[in-house]
Protein backbone atom coordinates (compact mmCIF):
# COMPACT_ATOMS: atom_id res chain seq x y z
CA UNK A 1 0.00 0.00 0.00
CA UNK A 2 1.40 3.63 -0.71
CA UNK A 3 1.09 6.10 1.84
CA UNK A 4 0.61 9.90 0.30
CA UNK A 5 4.00 12.11 2.08
CA UNK A 6 2.50 15.32 3.64
CA UNK A 7 1.83 17.93 1.38
CA UNK A 8 3.04 21.58 2.70
CA UNK A 9 2.05 24.46 0.83
CA UNK A 10 4.34 27.16 -0.28
CA UNK A 11 3.70 29.65 2.32
CA UNK A 12 4.42 27.18 4.85
CA UNK A 13 7.94 25.86 3.57
CA UNK A 14 8.80 29.70 3.83
CA UNK A 15 7.28 30.88 6.53
CA UNK A 16 9.79 28.83 9.41
CA UNK A 17 12.79 29.76 7.91
CA UNK A 18 11.82 33.55 8.18
CA UNK A 19 11.47 33.09 11.80
CA UNK A 20 14.83 31.67 12.38
CA UNK A 21 16.97 33.99 10.54
CA UNK A 22 15.37 37.13 12.23
CA UNK A 23 16.05 35.44 15.37
CA UNK A 24 19.12 34.47 15.06
CA UNK A 25 20.28 38.30 13.24
CA UNK A 26 18.98 39.59 16.91
CA UNK A 27 21.12 37.67 18.71
CA UNK A 28 24.24 38.09 16.39
CA UNK A 29 23.42 41.85 16.70
CA UNK A 30 23.07 42.00 20.19
CA UNK A 31 25.57 39.68 21.17
CA UNK A 32 27.83 42.08 18.69
CA UNK A 33 27.25 44.77 20.37
CA UNK A 34 27.86 43.78 23.86
CA UNK A 35 31.01 42.38 22.60
CA UNK A 36 31.88 45.93 21.16
CA UNK A 37 31.04 48.09 23.96
CA UNK A 38 32.71 45.04 27.05
CA UNK A 39 36.07 45.39 24.46
CA UNK A 40 35.41 49.19 24.10
CA UNK A 41 34.99 49.69 27.46
CA UNK A 42 38.05 47.29 28.50
CA UNK A 43 40.56 48.43 26.07
CA UNK A 44 39.28 52.54 27.29
CA UNK A 45 39.52 51.28 30.60
CA UNK A 46 43.15 49.45 30.31
CA UNK A 47 44.44 52.46 28.13
CA UNK A 48 43.34 54.92 31.19
CA UNK A 49 45.30 52.63 33.74
CA UNK A 50 47.90 51.99 32.04
CA UNK A 51 48.88 55.79 31.37
CA UNK A 52 47.49 57.37 34.36
CA UNK A 53 46.78 54.77 37.46
CA UNK A 54 49.49 52.05 36.66
CA UNK A 55 52.52 51.47 38.85
CA UNK A 56 56.18 50.42 38.59
CA UNK A 57 58.84 49.72 40.99
CA UNK A 58 60.18 52.58 42.63
CA UNK A 59 63.70 53.21 42.59
CA UNK A 60 65.34 51.92 45.97
CA UNK A 61 69.01 51.78 46.65
CA UNK A 62 70.72 51.21 49.93
CA UNK A 63 73.71 53.30 51.53
CA UNK A 64 75.70 51.86 54.71
CA UNK A 65 76.44 55.38 56.87
CA UNK A 66 78.39 52.99 59.15
CA UNK A 67 79.75 49.19 59.52
CA UNK A 68 78.11 46.86 57.74
CA UNK A 69 74.25 45.78 56.87
CA UNK A 70 72.71 42.39 56.06
CA UNK A 71 70.82 41.81 53.56
CA UNK A 72 68.19 38.96 52.16
CA UNK A 73 66.70 39.15 48.96
CA UNK A 74 63.51 37.16 48.07
CA UNK A 75 65.31 34.37 46.92
CA UNK A 76 66.27 33.59 49.99
CA UNK A 77 70.50 34.85 49.07
CA UNK A 78 72.13 36.90 51.88
CA UNK A 79 74.82 39.42 51.17
CA UNK A 80 76.90 41.53 53.31
CA UNK A 81 76.84 45.58 52.37
CA UNK A 82 79.44 47.61 53.53
CA UNK A 83 80.51 51.14 51.90
CA UNK A 84 78.74 50.25 48.49
CA UNK A 85 75.64 51.77 47.04
CA UNK A 86 73.62 48.85 46.54
CA UNK A 87 70.19 48.66 44.09
CA UNK A 88 67.61 47.35 45.46
CA UNK A 89 65.05 45.41 43.47
CA UNK A 90 63.77 42.63 45.05
CA UNK A 91 60.77 42.14 46.85
CA UNK A 92 60.32 41.58 49.67
CA UNK A 93 64.10 42.05 51.07
CA UNK A 94 65.01 42.05 54.27
CA UNK A 95 67.47 44.54 55.79
CA UNK A 96 68.90 44.05 58.82
CA UNK A 97 71.60 45.94 61.07
CA UNK A 98 74.26 45.18 63.97
CA UNK A 99 74.88 46.76 67.27
CA UNK A 100 77.67 48.76 65.57
CA UNK A 101 76.28 49.78 62.01
CA UNK A 102 73.55 51.88 60.24
CA UNK A 103 72.10 52.11 56.81
CA UNK A 104 70.19 54.12 55.26
CA UNK A 105 67.34 53.20 52.35
CA UNK A 106 66.71 55.97 49.63
CA UNK A 107 63.62 56.34 47.80
CA UNK A 108 63.51 58.34 44.25
CA UNK A 109 60.62 60.33 42.54
CA UNK A 110 60.50 60.45 38.96
CA UNK A 111 62.73 63.27 37.96
CA UNK A 112 62.36 65.91 34.84
CA UNK A 113 65.28 64.06 32.69
CA UNK A 114 66.89 60.25 33.16
CA UNK A 115 69.92 61.96 34.63
CA UNK A 116 68.40 63.42 37.99
CA UNK A 117 65.76 61.86 40.62
CA UNK A 118 65.10 63.42 43.94
CA UNK A 119 64.47 61.37 46.84
CA UNK A 120 61.59 61.40 48.24
CA UNK A 121 62.46 59.67 51.39
CA UNK A 122 64.97 58.35 52.79
CA UNK A 123 64.66 55.83 56.13
CA UNK A 124 67.52 54.83 58.39
CA UNK A 125 67.95 52.28 60.23
CA UNK A 126 69.22 52.43 63.69
CA UNK A 127 71.82 50.14 64.76
CA UNK A 128 70.18 46.59 66.07
CA UNK A 129 67.19 47.30 63.57
CA UNK A 130 65.64 45.39 60.75
CA UNK A 131 62.69 46.10 58.67
CA UNK A 132 61.40 44.15 55.43
CA UNK A 133 60.72 46.22 52.46
CA UNK A 134 57.68 44.61 50.42
CA UNK A 135 56.43 47.63 48.65
CA UNK A 136 58.18 50.84 46.77
CA UNK A 137 56.07 51.68 43.63
CA UNK A 138 55.73 54.97 41.73
CA UNK A 139 53.44 56.04 39.24
CA UNK A 140 54.18 54.77 35.68
CA UNK A 141 54.57 58.33 33.85
CA UNK A 142 55.10 62.11 35.45
CA UNK A 143 51.62 62.98 34.08
CA UNK A 144 50.14 60.40 35.98
CA UNK A 145 47.29 60.44 38.94
CA UNK A 146 48.87 57.65 41.23
CA UNK A 147 51.12 58.39 44.50
CA UNK A 148 54.04 56.74 45.73
CA UNK A 149 53.77 53.99 47.73
CA UNK A 150 56.39 52.74 50.41
CA UNK A 151 55.39 49.95 52.94
CA UNK A 152 57.75 48.33 55.14
CA UNK A 153 56.99 45.22 57.83
CA UNK A 154 58.29 43.47 60.55
CA UNK A 155 60.11 46.73 61.69
CA UNK A 156 62.03 46.35 65.35
CA UNK A 157 64.40 48.53 66.57
CA UNK A 158 64.40 52.02 65.75
CA UNK A 159 64.36 54.19 62.12
CA UNK A 160 64.41 57.33 61.72
CA UNK A 161 62.37 58.57 58.81
CA UNK A 162 62.84 62.18 56.73
CA UNK A 163 60.03 62.95 53.53
CA UNK A 164 61.26 65.47 51.17
CA UNK A 165 59.51 68.49 50.60
CA UNK A 166 60.23 67.94 47.15
CA UNK A 167 57.13 65.38 46.63
CA UNK A 168 55.07 66.15 43.33
CA UNK A 169 52.26 64.10 44.55
CA UNK A 170 50.46 62.82 47.38
CA UNK A 171 52.28 59.63 48.45
CA UNK A 172 52.06 56.95 51.43
CA UNK A 173 54.62 55.54 53.76
CA UNK A 174 53.27 52.42 55.94
CA UNK A 175 55.49 51.05 59.06
CA UNK A 176 53.73 47.69 60.46
CA UNK A 177 55.23 46.03 63.66
CA UNK A 178 54.84 42.63 64.46
CA UNK A 179 52.25 43.34 66.27
CA UNK A 180 50.29 44.35 63.72
CA UNK A 181 50.24 47.83 64.80
CA UNK A 182 51.00 50.30 61.55
CA UNK A 183 52.61 54.05 61.26
CA UNK A 184 50.90 56.09 58.43
CA UNK A 185 52.96 58.81 57.18
CA UNK A 186 51.70 60.89 54.56
CA UNK A 187 52.89 64.38 55.18
CA UNK A 188 56.55 65.90 54.65
CA UNK A 189 58.49 65.70 57.87
CA UNK A 190 60.98 63.57 60.28
CA UNK A 191 59.73 61.00 62.32
CA UNK A 192 61.73 58.09 64.39
CA UNK A 193 60.13 55.23 65.76
CA UNK A 194 60.84 52.31 67.12
CA UNK A 195 59.19 49.20 68.27
CA UNK A 196 60.37 46.30 70.31
CA UNK A 197 58.48 43.50 72.60
CA UNK A 198 58.10 46.38 75.25
CA UNK A 199 56.80 49.20 73.21
CA UNK A 200 55.98 51.39 70.43
CA UNK A 201 57.02 55.06 70.32
CA UNK A 202 56.69 57.30 67.32
CA UNK A 203 58.08 60.95 67.93
CA UNK A 204 57.18 63.43 64.87
CA UNK A 205 60.12 66.85 64.61
CA UNK A 206 58.34 68.06 61.73
CA UNK A 207 55.19 66.69 59.78
CA UNK A 208 51.97 64.67 60.96
CA UNK A 209 51.75 60.69 61.27
CA UNK A 210 49.28 58.79 62.35
CA UNK A 211 49.48 55.52 64.94
CA UNK A 212 47.27 53.11 63.65
CA UNK A 213 46.30 50.17 66.42
CA UNK A 214 45.22 46.60 65.37
CA UNK A 215 41.64 46.93 66.56
CA UNK A 216 41.84 50.34 64.55
CA UNK A 217 39.31 51.75 68.00
CA UNK A 218 43.03 53.84 69.56
CA UNK A 219 44.15 55.46 66.58
CA UNK A 220 46.17 58.49 67.12
CA UNK A 221 47.17 61.57 65.25
CA UNK A 222 50.90 62.59 66.17
CA UNK A 223 51.79 66.44 65.42
CA UNK A 224 54.84 68.25 65.53
CA UNK A 225 56.86 67.84 69.11
CA UNK A 226 54.61 65.26 70.43
CA UNK A 227 55.33 61.59 70.70
CA UNK A 228 53.08 58.52 70.84
CA UNK A 229 53.93 55.47 73.12
CA UNK A 230 52.20 51.87 73.53
CA UNK A 231 52.74 49.69 76.10
CA UNK A 232 52.48 46.10 74.38
CA UNK A 233 50.35 44.45 76.38
CA UNK A 234 48.56 48.09 78.19
CA UNK A 235 45.65 49.27 76.30
CA UNK A 236 45.40 52.32 74.10
CA UNK A 237 48.79 54.75 72.93
CA UNK A 238 49.09 58.04 75.23
CA UNK A 239 50.40 61.13 73.76
CA UNK A 240 53.16 63.53 75.38
CA UNK A 241 55.15 65.81 74.81
CA UNK A 242 58.49 65.56 73.11
CA UNK A 243 61.99 66.89 75.08
CA UNK A 244 62.50 70.43 74.36
CA UNK A 245 65.05 71.52 71.36
CA UNK A 246 66.92 73.99 73.29
CA UNK A 247 68.43 74.95 69.82
CA UNK A 248 66.03 77.21 67.88
CA UNK A 249 65.93 76.57 64.23
CA UNK A 250 68.37 73.87 63.91
CA UNK A 251 66.01 71.57 61.35
CA UNK A 252 67.96 73.28 58.64
CA UNK A 253 66.06 70.94 56.46
CA UNK A 254 62.91 72.50 56.94
CA UNK A 255 63.39 75.95 58.20
CA UNK A 256 66.21 76.96 55.42
CA UNK A 257 64.92 78.91 51.91
CA UNK A 258 67.43 77.48 48.92
CA UNK A 259 68.94 80.30 46.71
CA UNK A 260 71.21 78.38 44.19
CA UNK A 261 70.98 81.31 41.85
CA UNK A 262 72.93 83.06 44.35
CA UNK A 263 75.32 80.71 45.55
CA UNK A 264 72.89 79.96 48.30
CA UNK A 265 70.87 81.61 51.19
CA UNK A 266 71.85 82.94 54.22
CA UNK A 267 71.86 80.33 57.55
CA UNK A 268 68.43 80.29 59.71
CA UNK A 269 68.42 83.15 62.31
CA UNK A 270 69.74 81.98 65.95
CA UNK A 271 73.12 80.83 64.31
CA UNK A 272 76.20 82.65 63.79
CA UNK A 273 78.51 81.53 61.19
CA UNK A 274 81.63 82.49 60.55
CA UNK A 275 84.63 81.12 58.52
CA UNK A 276 88.54 81.27 59.52
CA UNK A 277 91.43 80.50 57.45
CA UNK A 278 94.45 80.33 58.22
CA UNK A 279 95.09 82.11 54.59
CA UNK A 280 93.53 81.82 51.16
CA UNK A 281 91.73 80.65 50.17
CA UNK A 282 88.36 80.92 52.00
CA UNK A 283 85.80 78.60 53.01
CA UNK A 284 81.80 79.12 52.41
CA UNK A 285 78.62 78.43 54.45
CA UNK A 286 75.65 78.19 52.40
CA UNK A 287 72.75 76.59 51.99
CA UNK A 288 71.74 73.98 49.24
CA UNK A 289 70.55 70.75 48.00
CA UNK A 290 72.00 66.99 48.42
CA UNK A 291 69.62 64.45 46.39
CA UNK A 292 66.86 66.90 47.19
CA UNK A 293 67.43 67.57 50.64
CA UNK A 294 67.74 70.75 51.83
CA UNK A 295 71.38 71.31 54.10
CA UNK A 296 73.55 74.05 55.65
CA UNK A 297 76.77 73.27 53.04
CA UNK A 298 80.02 74.21 54.90
CA UNK A 299 82.67 74.30 52.01
CA UNK A 300 86.33 74.78 51.28
CA UNK A 301 88.49 73.95 48.44
CA UNK A 302 90.31 75.84 45.87
CA UNK A 303 93.32 73.08 46.22
CA UNK A 304 93.67 74.73 49.81
CA UNK A 305 97.03 73.70 51.64
CA UNK A 306 96.67 75.24 55.19
CA UNK A 307 93.65 74.93 57.94
CA UNK A 308 90.87 76.25 57.93
CA UNK A 309 87.72 76.40 59.92
CA UNK A 310 83.70 76.66 58.43
CA UNK A 311 80.62 76.50 61.08
CA UNK A 312 77.92 77.87 63.17
CA UNK A 313 77.13 78.57 67.01
CA UNK A 314 74.26 79.29 69.16
CA UNK A 315 75.69 81.50 72.50
CA UNK A 316 73.53 80.80 75.71
CA UNK A 317 74.11 84.25 76.98
CA UNK A 318 76.21 84.90 79.98
CA UNK A 319 74.82 82.86 82.27
CA UNK A 320 74.10 79.98 79.55
CA UNK A 321 71.30 77.85 79.98
CA UNK A 322 70.69 75.80 82.86
CA UNK A 323 70.53 71.98 82.58
CA UNK A 324 70.88 70.78 85.87
CA UNK A 325 66.86 70.59 86.71
CA UNK A 326 66.70 67.98 83.70
CA UNK A 327 67.09 63.63 83.67
CA UNK A 328 67.74 63.28 80.13
CA UNK A 329 69.90 65.42 77.92
CA UNK A 330 71.08 64.16 73.96
CA UNK A 331 72.37 65.29 71.22
CA UNK A 332 71.37 64.13 67.74
CA UNK A 333 72.41 65.47 64.08
CA UNK A 334 72.32 63.77 60.66
CA UNK A 335 74.81 65.34 58.11
CA UNK A 336 76.88 63.72 55.25
CA UNK A 337 80.60 64.36 54.42
CA UNK A 338 80.92 64.51 50.92
CA UNK A 339 84.61 65.43 50.61
CA UNK A 340 87.71 65.59 52.96
CA UNK A 341 91.42 66.00 51.20
CA UNK A 342 93.31 64.85 55.13
CA UNK A 343 93.38 61.57 56.52
CA UNK A 344 91.42 61.11 59.81
CA UNK A 345 91.30 64.35 61.61
CA UNK A 346 94.70 65.46 61.14
CA UNK A 347 98.29 65.26 62.53
CA UNK A 348 96.84 66.87 66.07
CA UNK A 349 93.15 65.20 65.63
CA UNK A 350 91.57 68.22 65.55
CA UNK A 351 91.04 68.77 61.92
CA UNK A 352 87.78 66.66 61.02
CA UNK A 353 85.89 67.34 58.40
CA UNK A 354 82.90 67.50 60.75
CA UNK A 355 82.85 68.71 64.30
CA UNK A 356 80.40 69.06 67.01
CA UNK A 357 81.14 71.13 70.55
CA UNK A 358 79.65 71.75 73.62
CA UNK A 359 80.87 74.33 76.47
CA UNK A 360 79.17 73.75 79.61
CA UNK A 361 79.42 74.54 82.83
CA UNK A 362 79.63 71.55 85.13
CA UNK A 363 78.45 70.54 88.51
CA UNK A 364 81.16 71.90 90.52
CA UNK A 365 81.74 75.23 88.78
CA UNK A 366 84.33 73.73 86.34
CA UNK A 367 84.56 74.91 82.37
CA UNK A 368 84.76 72.18 80.26
CA UNK A 369 84.71 71.12 76.66
CA UNK A 370 82.63 68.14 74.99
CA UNK A 371 83.59 67.69 71.70
CA UNK A 372 82.90 64.55 69.56
CA UNK A 373 84.28 64.08 65.66
CA UNK A 374 83.90 62.42 62.47
CA UNK A 375 85.66 61.59 59.12
CA UNK A 376 85.56 59.12 56.26
CA UNK A 377 88.90 58.77 55.13
CA UNK A 378 91.37 56.68 56.72
CA UNK A 379 95.02 56.05 55.55
CA UNK A 380 95.86 53.06 57.22
CA UNK A 381 100.27 54.04 56.71
CA UNK A 382 99.68 57.55 58.46
CA UNK A 383 98.74 57.27 62.61
CA UNK A 384 97.10 60.39 63.52
CA UNK A 385 95.52 60.44 66.91
CA UNK A 386 92.10 59.15 67.63
CA UNK A 387 91.02 62.10 69.30
CA UNK A 388 91.88 65.72 69.72
CA UNK A 389 95.50 66.41 72.09
CA UNK A 390 94.90 69.91 71.90
CA UNK A 391 90.54 70.51 72.34
CA UNK A 392 89.47 69.70 75.38
CA UNK A 393 88.98 68.09 78.85
CA UNK A 394 85.74 65.74 77.79
CA UNK A 395 86.35 64.20 74.68
CA UNK A 396 85.46 61.22 72.38
CA UNK A 397 87.28 58.85 69.85
CA UNK A 398 86.41 60.50 66.49
CA UNK A 399 83.95 58.09 64.63
CA UNK A 400 85.02 56.54 60.99
CA UNK A 401 81.81 57.10 58.81
CA UNK A 402 80.72 56.40 55.12
CA UNK A 403 81.50 58.80 52.37
CA UNK A 404 78.67 60.42 50.63
CA UNK A 405 76.17 58.93 52.92
CA UNK A 406 73.73 60.83 55.23
CA UNK A 407 74.47 59.88 58.66
CA UNK A 408 71.99 60.31 61.91
CA UNK A 409 74.70 60.13 65.29
CA UNK A 410 72.78 60.04 68.70
CA UNK A 411 74.58 60.38 71.89
CA UNK A 412 72.28 59.01 74.15
CA UNK A 413 71.54 60.29 77.85
CA UNK A 414 74.60 62.41 78.18
CA UNK A 415 73.50 62.68 81.90
CA UNK A 416 73.99 59.06 82.45
CA UNK A 417 77.13 58.91 79.61
CA UNK A 418 79.38 61.37 81.26
CA UNK A 419 80.73 60.57 84.56
CA UNK A 420 78.91 62.03 88.04
CA UNK A 421 82.01 65.16 87.87
CA UNK A 422 81.69 65.94 84.09
CA UNK A 423 78.02 66.52 84.19
CA UNK A 424 76.63 70.01 82.87
CA UNK A 425 74.92 72.12 84.89
CA UNK A 426 74.80 75.35 82.45
CA UNK A 427 75.26 74.74 78.86
CA UNK A 428 77.75 78.28 77.56
CA UNK A 429 77.80 77.58 73.80
CA UNK A 430 77.08 74.77 71.53
CA UNK A 431 79.02 74.90 68.24
CA UNK A 432 79.65 72.50 64.42
CA UNK A 433 82.10 73.15 62.41
CA UNK A 434 84.08 71.72 59.30
CA UNK A 435 88.11 71.51 59.73
CA UNK A 436 91.20 70.87 58.07
CA UNK A 437 92.78 71.73 54.09
CA UNK A 438 89.51 71.00 52.12
CA UNK A 439 86.05 70.12 52.74
CA UNK A 440 82.85 69.57 52.24
CA UNK A 441 79.99 68.39 54.33
CA UNK A 442 76.06 69.18 54.54
CA UNK A 443 74.28 69.66 57.44
CA UNK A 444 70.76 68.76 57.60
CA UNK A 445 69.61 69.04 61.10
CA UNK A 446 71.03 68.85 64.87
CA UNK A 447 68.87 69.11 67.86
CA UNK A 448 69.97 69.53 71.63
CA UNK A 449 67.43 67.51 73.16
CA UNK A 450 66.26 68.37 77.03
CA UNK A 451 63.62 66.44 79.39
CA UNK A 452 62.20 65.77 82.74
CA UNK A 453 62.83 61.71 81.91
CA UNK A 454 64.87 59.36 80.32
CA UNK A 455 62.89 58.84 77.06
CA UNK A 456 64.99 56.89 75.00
CA UNK A 457 66.72 53.61 75.47
CA UNK A 458 70.73 53.82 76.25
CA UNK A 459 72.36 54.44 73.47
CA UNK A 460 76.34 52.72 71.87
CA UNK A 461 77.38 56.03 70.22
CA UNK A 462 79.15 57.67 73.50
CA UNK A 463 81.83 55.55 74.92
CA UNK A 464 83.81 55.99 78.01
CA UNK A 465 86.33 59.00 77.60
CA UNK A 466 89.70 57.94 76.25
CA UNK A 467 93.53 59.44 76.16
CA UNK A 468 93.81 61.50 73.07
CA UNK A 469 97.22 60.08 72.95
CA UNK A 470 95.70 56.89 71.60
CA UNK A 471 95.75 56.62 68.12
CA UNK A 472 92.95 55.84 65.16
CA UNK A 473 92.84 52.34 64.48
CA UNK A 474 90.34 52.94 61.67
CA UNK A 475 86.88 52.93 63.81
Same mark, same amino acid.
Given at each position: ?41 AITAGVYYYFFRSAIPIDVTIAVSRGTAGLVASDFSEQIIRDRLTNLRDRPSILSTDAQSQATVSFRMIGDDSDYHPVLATITLENSSSATLTRASRPRFR ?67 ? +? !??? %? ?6 ? *? ?8 ? &? /? ?62 ? +? !??? %? ?6 ? *? ?8 ? &? /? ?154
Amino acid at each position: MIVDAPQTTTDETLASPVIDIQRLAWIILVSSTILFCSSSFAITAGVYYYFFRSAIPIDVTIAVSRGTAGLVASDFSEQIIRDRLTNLRDRPSILSTDAQSQATVSFRMIGDDSDYHPVLATITLENSSSATLTRASRPRFRWSDGIYWIELVDVSGEVDVFVSRAADRPFVIQIHTSTGDIVRIDDPGRYSFSADDAQIRLATREGEAS +L !LTT %DDSNNRLI *TRGQEAIMII &G /RGAPFLTTSPENLLENSLFAFEMPIDSSNGGATPPMRWGCSDSPDSAPNGRYVTDLWQGRPALR +L !LRE %DEAQSHGK *TGCRQEFGTL &G /RAVAEYTYLELQTTFLINFQSLSDCGVDGSECPMMLLMDYVDVNGVARRWYQGFYYRHEPQVQYPAACVTCGQVYQPHRLVSEQVWYTFETGNLFDLLTPTERPAYISRFEFYASGHQYDVFVSEVVLLAGQAEVVPPSENIVPSVSPTATASGQ
